[in-house]
């Protein structure tokens, strides 16, 4: 529940940022010196382009939560096998033997997207964002 309270903040932060934006360009342009619309064009640029990657990154969380909510529902999310840290990531040396095995799994079949989720949430488990994120992505696109 708290997570969606956090996206609609989200949203309207972005509506808020939006109509800021415009409406900086606008003024910036009613300025008219070269200074002054070099930066409402700026601003006409950016503005979008930040709003954009707002929104693929809530579609992003969207479509993970929604994989995750239905893998857990099947029962199918990775069991805690090792000692957990206090910051909630897998202690480092048990880390790249899991993350092997999952890839593994993965490697077997390369078109399960449940077998790529569950990699990705034990890589980000590990603390590999980056390649959590990239799993999971891949994971969104198979299961479409």
């Known amino acids: 529940m708290m997570s969606r309270?956090?996206?609609?903040?989200?949203?309207?932060?972005?509506?808020?940022?939006?109509?800021?934006?415009?409406?900086?360009?606008?003024?910036?342009?009613?300025?008219?010196?070269?200074?002054?619309?070099?930066?409402?064009?700026?601003?006409?640029?950016?503005?979008?382009?930040?709003?954009?990657?707002?929104?693929?990154?809530?579609?992003?969380?969207?479509?993970?939560?929604?994989?995750?909510?239905?893998?857990?529902a099947e029962g199918g999310m990775p069991p805690v096998e090792t000692e957990i840290t206090p910051s909630g990531r897998i202690a480092r040396a048990d880390a790249d033997p899991l993350i092997a095995r999952y890839t593994a799994d993965v490697d077997a079949a390369p078109a399960d997207w449940r077998a790529r989720y569950r990699l990705g949430v034990v890589q980000d488990a590990a603390g590999r964002r980056k390649d959590a994120r990239a799993s999971i992505r891949e994971a969104i696109r198979l299961a479409r």
Request: hydrophobic fraction near 70%; avoid cysteine; charged fraction near 10%.
């Open 5 to 72: 309270v956090g996206v609609a903040l989200m949203a309207a932060a972005l509506l808020v940022y939006l109509a800021v934006g415009v409406w900086l360009a606008v003024m910036f342009f009613a300025v008219g010196t070269a200074v002054s619309i070099g930066m409402g064009i700026a601003l006409v640029v950016l503005t979008p382009v930040g709003g954009w990657a707002l929104v693929r990154e809530m579609q992003f969380g969207f479509a993970a939560d929604r994989l995750g909510r239905e893998l857990d």
